[in-house]
């Protein structure tokens, strides 16, 4: 599951099992009600969970991003304009590699969650919905929609070898009203 500008201070973790150490509750700028999820999985699955704090560069343009995490590489200028320019993936990646090893072309891939997965990589997924995210003063609309999509995929008992969830409100709460704005920790929350 992505959750699309994630900060670290708006997790609640262990900082003593944090990566970056710059990230402890007393000097973090964020002060309100934090997601408790990576606190309880570190609790509960210790050994399968990690948490990898990240300081991102220059762009933080989501799709390039995206098709950085997918591939396993970094975007060079050239790349970040070619990425507005091509449709479909047709390079490695981690999603090619799944639906190609021996055996994975019986392996579902399955998304939920930002439009542009889809459109990139619809020929590796094997079923998909995708959402506009165009509007970034909504900030409930694709999340609802995707956790709704995903509770139905699991509820259904689908068979999936991977599955992949990209929600966007904290990142456009981020974008329409700043950090600290109390629909930011609303988002959090929900997200939560």
């Not at 396993?72 to 507005?84: K, L, N, T």
Request: aromatic fraction near 10%.
């Amino acid at each position: 599951m992505l959750v699309d500008a994630l900060r670290e201070d708006f997790v609640d973790f262990d900082e003593k099992t944090s990566k970056l150490k710059q990230m402890s509750p007393d000097i973090a700028s964020y002060k309100g009600k934090k997601m408790p999820v990576m606190r309880e999985l570190r609790e509960s699955f210790p050994e399968g969970t990690m948490l990898f704090p990240m300081i991102s560069a220059t762009p933080t343009i989501t799709k390039v991003r995206v098709n950085n995490l997918v591939k396993g590489g970094i975007s060079f200028f050239s790349e970040v304009v070619e990425e507005f320019l091509m449709s479909e993936n047709t390079e490695d990646s981690i999603l090619f590699q799944v639906k190609n090893r021996p055996g994975g072309q019986d392996d579902n891939v399955v998304f939920y969650g930002d439009e542009l997965w889809s459109k990139r990589f619809k020929n590796l997924l094997d079923r998909y919905k995708g959402y506009d995210t165009f509007d970034v003063k909504d900030l409930d609309t694709l999340d609802n929609n995707v956790y709704r999509d995903v509770f139905k995929e699991l509820d259904e008992g689908s068979n999936f070898k991977l599955m992949i969830v990209h929600v966007i409100g904290i990142d456009s709460a981020g974008h329409t009203v700043g950090p600290f704005h109390k629909e930011i920790e609303r988002k959090i929350q929900d997200t939560s």
